[in-house]
């Protein structure tokens, strides 16, 4: 127990970060280094809003404490590119997938590692990976279009 | 785009445009406009043509709009209709969030107040914002005719710019805006007909303005402000409405890192940290005991199954008429056959996917606040920060977010997580942020009632629904999510009974009667109020009719619906589209149809039962 400070990279910059050290990465993400598209959403691993890329694999963010990331890589939707340009987000905009929205930097986060695994998804190989990420206004239907188009349009 | 003779437009609303341009913000551009024009090219000067349009320089067309958006679109679809009228360019249009301010922005669907729900932001909005974008392209066309001492008649316009056709002259609007008069008062200006009106953007696909930030993580949500100084709260609420801590133990809340204080509620206690995660620690040490005097205390929801099942049962009780139309008792009495059905719903909660928040700050002498919160009410938001502090409303500064999910959970009464954060400000003397962990969100739930349905069907020889009865037994909502329309209401209770009409149906005798109990919980409106579940039993009441008849689903529909030609298509076009009538292996098809405040709907869903 009790403060630590810890070293991370985060969209590729070295981060260096003070918190208690059982606080989840998620926190860290988002009050210290107010880097907020990353959402919470419940804390415990069931809802996937809090996706981000661990060392290159998505990762719930809300589950991992702080002392145990010294040194990892860390990929939040600010960093997944400069400019809005990654083939998801443009895809993400074409199909007009975002409903409120609070979850969708978790999809495309989640979604960016299924395209980075397997560049050619069937449909039921995206329903399937995207499982663990939800929607409560429902946009699932869009979700699939969206990465249909990047996968086809990368 | 011409302006000619057309419907007239309510009085009412035409002076309230009237006070817009004359006293509202007449006076240079105001304060939570300033921020949003900064936008606009250097150099640029703006121009409030009225209280929903400002002009600038540069060609940048600023639209208030009054709706919150929860990713129902009307934060976009409203400002697209005044600039339809307005015939403005789209590219140029930015769209400010406007203030809270009944007299001007209120929505006359809800006696002026500024309240996004119920499907009635459009609908509501709808000629208003035609008539203030009209008024403006008046006055924009007024003003290109003078510069060019033509006649108005010969000045039209197409999207951004007024045009001279005879000499072929054309003025943007930003060049217009650089010279504009502005009149004292508003033009009357006639609308164009629906029937005969032409659209350059309504009807159109345009993007939602909320879209681009929500791919990037830039979109803002109460729970992504950030204020200087700020810190975080959490608080553990009554476990029941109504209770109140007896005794509040804190010792081992107190002890965690990073926990700055405790703060005694009326509802609760609350938790001041320097981290979110602190504060959860310290919300989830606290042992707090309650008084046990609460109504909701002795409740048990399965008890209130069988409960409410027997108030439908019983034919003493008789229940608030909703929607009647005959005598359906007498209707029963002469059927050839009755059918009978009872259908239950358990709570049903919103979990929108933004767990409620609230950040605050109070002024050190506790006289003025500003807020950020995601509500669907800026009206109710405001009037209950200024009570909880006791302060004019005046001394309010409210900031409206983007919405993780309303659903019904940030309605107009639902103000509790709001005044979390003002309490929680107040007692820090610094801005803090309250977030409701997902935990929090469940067990502080308002929740869609439990509900009994049941329904009795008279059928005559021919197998034709003559007689109809739902009885409707659920916790009361209108009573606890507004006790000011309760008030007026006479028990009729619309949160829980909407639904329960079934207008298109082709039936003579029928009466849909409510039974709301009081049990003590908290109910709220969710999703379509109470048409989710009543809708529900009515249509899985059609199958079941349908069965008993031996006649299919759709058919069956089709034959109630004679006299509604345009549910008839609905049904059958989304019949065709589900290839009704074709086997599926292993997997069966379900029909269901509605008429939702006029809107024709039907759904087909193709079902497995996975036995194992």
Redesign the interface.
Known sequence: ???ITVPLNVNGTRRVVT??D???LL?VL??NL???????????GQ?G?CTVHLDGRPTQSCLYAIRDLAGRSVT???G??AD?THPL?KA??AE??????????GQ?MRAAGLLKENPRPTRDQIVEYMSPN????GTYVRIVRAIQRAAREA | MTATKGVSVNRRRFMVGAAGYTFAIAAGIPEFLSARTASAAAGARQTVMNAWVTLSTDGTVFIMSPATE????SLTALPVILADEMDADWSRVQVVPAPPDDKLYGNPRFANAMYTAGSATVTGYFTPMRQFGAQVRYVLVENAARHWNVPMAEVSTEPGVAIHLKSGRRLAYGEIAAFVRVPDKAPEVALEPLESARFRLIGTDI??I????????????S??V?VPGMI?GAILRQPVEGAVPDEIGDTAARKI??VIGIVPLDYGVGVLAD????A?KGKNALETTWNRKARGWSYSSSGAFEAFARVANDPVRKGIEWDAKGDVHAALKRAARVVEREYRADYAYH?????LNSVAAVSPAGDAVEIWCGTQSQTTAVAAVAKALNIPESKVTFNGM??????GRRGNRDVEFIVDSVLMSKAARRPVKV?W??EDDVRNGRFRPLYVNRLRAGLDQSGSIIAWHHRVVCDRVLAFMDPVRYAVSKGRDNIAMRGTEIPTYDIGERLAEGLQEDTGMRTAPLRAIGVGQNAFANEVFMDEIAEQLGVDPVEFRLRNLKNAPRARRVVEEAARMANWGTQRNGRGLGFAYLDYSGTQLAGVAEVSVDRT
């Open positions: 127990m009790g403060k918190a208690e059982d606080t989840p926190w988002r009050e107010k880097l907020t598209g990353t959402r919470f959403g419940c804390g415990v809802c809003a939040t939707i600010e997944l590119s809005s987000q993400w905009l007009q997938v975002p409903q409120c929205g609070y979850c969708q930097s495309i939800l929607c409560r206004c | 929860m990713g129902q679109g993007g939602r909320d879209v681009p930030g929500k791919v990037n993580g830039s979109a803002q949500y729970i992504d950030q975080y890192e990073g981290s979110p995660w602190a959860f979990a929108q996917m933004e767990p983007l919405m993780g999910g309303g659903f977030i962990t997902r």
